[in-house]
């Protein structure tokens, strides 16, 4: 089973991913994660990513292709995997449909996480990250049980440098103009699946497992 998430900044991408691999046992795919890991190790690619995210603008797709096309051709992808946050272009949508080809598979759904930026900027400015573990929390919404400690590992939780309120407008307005236009190109291939992300965190998740339990 071959997922991608869509859906604004702040729409809840990695939350339901997080849940949904714990049921499906397939990879998830990051690709902000990916550039946030090498942006903290300090590697080549986190050096060039930065230039990018700490603008809130999207990374240029020759890079950001290259990460994903080794990252799919891992064992541990061959059974399925769970994209969040990649494709964000046409361009990626288009290299990652060729990757796929030659690798004899293809996407079986896209979730399209459905949330009125009325709400993105109150989740982005309130989403805290565990340190250690990556995990995902909201100071109001989905707070965890100890102030600043991840419920899963004891980890401490930081605030992301590009959620901020100044930072969310340029990411927002990467979204619209090369983002968005991707729902109409799945949506003309018939995989296409909205969901109202704006429901409760597991009401959300339930409607996207009964999608993914259709499609077994
Ligand atoms: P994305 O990966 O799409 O950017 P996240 O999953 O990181 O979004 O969610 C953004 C923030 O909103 C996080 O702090 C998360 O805890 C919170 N959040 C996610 N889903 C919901 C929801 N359905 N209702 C309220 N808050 C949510
Ligand atoms: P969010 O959870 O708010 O949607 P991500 O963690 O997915 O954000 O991405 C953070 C940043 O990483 C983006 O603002 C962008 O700079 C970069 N990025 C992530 N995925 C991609 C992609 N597919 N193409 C280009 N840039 C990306
Ligand atoms: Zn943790």
Known sequence: MNII?????????GTQAERIVSEFHIPHISTGDAFRAAMKEGTPLGVEAKKFVDQGLLVPDEITVGIVRERLHQADCAQGFMLDGFPRTISQAESLDAILESMGTKIDAVIDLQVDRS?????????RICKSCGSTYHVVF????????CDKCGGELYQRSDDTEEKVGTRLDEYINKTAPLLDYYDRQGILRKVNGEQEINTVTAEINSILRGLK
């Open 142 to 149: 989905n707070p965890p049980a100890k102030e600043n400690v």
């Open 119 to 127: 709400f993105l900027l109150a989740r982005l400015t309130g989403r």
């Open 5 to 13: 998430f869509m859906g604004p900044p702040g729409a809840g991408k």
